[in-house]
């Protein structure tokens, strides 16, 4: 099934110690244009964003993944913004840490 054209998208930013943090929520088909002090930068969709969040290969594999990646887990930790980035993708968005604190958002579909 397609995602339909009208797909709500929300956010929340917050901008703490230098850096803001952008958290998704909805359509991941959508590229994000931030404004700040070093200029104009643009965060473009997930590679794998027409994928469903939770994609199994088999009905053995596991939904968890540990923070690190390495094994299977029930638990996984919140993304470290202090050491994060750039995009990364969460189970029903993205989220977005931009070096700096922003002051323009644009989301463009």
């Known amino acids: 099934m397609a995602q339909s054209e ?11 110690e230098g850096r803001t ?3 998704v929520s909805g359509d991941r088909d959508t ?3 931030v404004r700040s ?3 104009e930068k643009i965060y473009l969709p997930p590679e794998d964003f027409d994928r469903p969040p939770e994609d199994r290969q088999t009905p053995y594999d596991s939904p968890y993944q540990s923070a690190d990646g390495t094994a299977d887990s029930p638990y996984r930790t919140q993304t470290d913004t202090t050491s994060v980035t750039g995009l990364e993708p969460t189970a ?5 840490v931009h070096p ?7 989301f463009l579909r």
């Open 31 to 33: 590229a994000v244009v």
């Open 21 to 23: 943090r952008i958290d």
């Open 100 to 106: 700096e604190p922003v002051t323009d958002v644009r």
């Open 92 to 96: 029903d968005g993205y989220l977005i």
């Open 37 to 39: 002090a070093s200029g």
């Open 6 to 16: 009208t797909e709500q998208i929300s956010f929340e930013m917050t901008i703490d």
